[in-house]
């Protein structure tokens, strides 16, 4: 299927909406080097996204540096092994926690079905060969924050874990991607430990906009449904850290959670 890159901001385009989810398959450019964010699975019928993705870039003349992704849930992830094979230049660049929760099926119930998804890490392993799971990223970086270039214009990605444990944000040409966040008040968001720290996440986020003096102006989510321009960050970040001490205060068993630790899981899994 032949589809069209959509121009969303200054640097930012969206190559389309993929799968029953419509996650979005981000492109973002500087001086012809780019990040495609996002790895979702095909929509039934069509072509894997990555193949769709490559021949845009074709198009264009853009070369693909970085490959980043919002969060290690299924439908942003599921195409991983494609996107490994259609750029194989590219650096693979994911926070630490991903590869932890990548390696884990999701199972979930929904309208009285238990589903479940295997681990895109099964993929990876048989279209890629038998690799060790972290040979598939080049990169993967412990710290809270990131900075990446893309023809010298800096591309962050901070570490917030809010929606899931594995949540980063990237922050490019003003726009700051918040992944599946929800924003403002109501998060319907299950998965409590995440929630528990999403005071700290956001906290994170304030702060880095702060330090580096950075004016936000806008903020997509990663499924391209929610695109806010020209709002105000601060207060959309102020009243979900609102909403979010509210939820504490009311649901105190929430705190238990606040010393659940990647690093604890991570060396339980793979000690090294
Ligand atoms: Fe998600
Ligand atoms: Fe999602």
Same mark, same amino acid.
């Given at each position: 299927?032949?589809?069209?890159?959509?121009?969303?901001?200054?640097?930012?385009?969206?190559?389309?909406?993929?799968?029953?989810?419509?996650?979005?398959?981000?492109?973002?450019?500087?001086?012809?080097?780019?990040?495609?964010?996002?790895?979702?699975?095909?929509?039934?019928?069509?072509?894997?996204?990555?193949?769709?993705?490559?021949?845009?870039?074709?198009?264009?003349?853009?070369?693909?540096?970085?490959?980043?992704?919002?969060?290690?849930?299924?439908?942003?992830?599921? +195409? !991983?092994?494609?996107?490994? *094979?259609?750029?194989? &230049?590219?650096?693979?660049? =994911? /926070?630490?926690?991903?590869?932890?929760?990548?390696?884990?099926?999701?199972?979930?119930?929904?309208?009285?079905?238990?589903?479940?998804?295997?681990?895109?890490?099964?993929?990876?392993?048989?279209?890629?060969?038998?690799?060790?799971?972290?040979?598939?990223?080049?990169?993967?970086?412990?710290?809270?924050?990131?900075?990446?270039?893309?023809?010298?214009?800096?591309?962050?990605?901070?570490?917030?874990?809010?929606?899931?444990?594995?949540?980063?944000?990237?922050?490019?040409?003003?726009?700051?991607?918040?992944?599946?966040?929800?924003?403002?008040?109501?998060?319907?968001?299950?998965?409590?430990?995440?929630?528990?720290?999403?005071?700290? +996440? !956001?906290?994170?986020?304030? *702060?880095?906009?702060? &330090?580096?003096?950075?004016? =936000? /102006?806008?903020?997509?989510?990663?499924?391209?449904?929610?695109?806010?321009?020209?709002?105000?960050?601060?207060?959309?970040?102020?009243?979900?850290?609102?909403?979010?001490?509210?939820?504490?205060?009311?649901?105190?068993?929430?705190?238990?959670?606040?010393?659940?630790?990647?690093?604890?899981?991570?060396?339980?899994?793979?000690?090294?």
């Amino acid at each position: 299927m032949s589809k069209d890159l959509e121009k969303k901001a200054d640097g930012i385009y969206l190559a389309g909406r993929f799968s029953e989810w419509l996650v979005g398959a981000w492109i973002l450019e500087s001086g012809g080097e780019c990040a495609v964010m996002e790895m979702p699975p095909p929509t039934a019928g069509d072509i894997n996204p990555a193949l769709i993705v490559k021949k845009m870039l074709d198009e264009k003349g853009w070369k693909c540096r970085y490959l980043i992704f919002s969060h290690p849930h299924w439908d942003h992830t599921a +195409s !991983i092994a494609e996107y490994r *094979k259609t750029f194989p &230049d590219a650096i693979f660049v =994911a /926070h630490y926690s991903a590869p932890l929760f990548l390696k884990m099926s999701e199972y979930y119930w929904t309208k009285g079905y238990l589903i479940l998804r295997e681990s895109p890490w099964d993929n990876v392993k048989e279209q890629c060969g038998n690799e060790w799971f972290l040979n598939n990223f080049n990169y993967i970086y412990q710290s809270d924050t990131l900075e990446l270039s893309l023809a010298g214009e800096p591309l962050y990605l901070i570490y917030a874990p809010k929606h899931s444990l594995g949540d980063v944000h990237c922050l490019f040409k003003g726009v700051l991607f918040t992944g599946d966040w929800w924003l403002y008040e109501g998060d319907p968001c299950q998965d409590l430990a995440a929630c528990s720290k999403a005071v700290e +996440s !956001i906290e994170r986020v304030e *702060k880095f906009l702060t &330090d580096k003096d950075y004016r =936000a /102006h806008s903020i997509f989510s990663a499924h391209g449904d929610n695109l806010f321009y020209d709002i105000d960050v601060a207060e959309a970040l102020t009243r979900t850290r609102q909403y979010h001490l509210g939820v504490e205060e009311k649901m105190p068993d929430l705190r238990d959670w606040k010393n659940f630790g990647i690093d604890v899981l991570y060396r339980y899994f793979f000690p090294s």
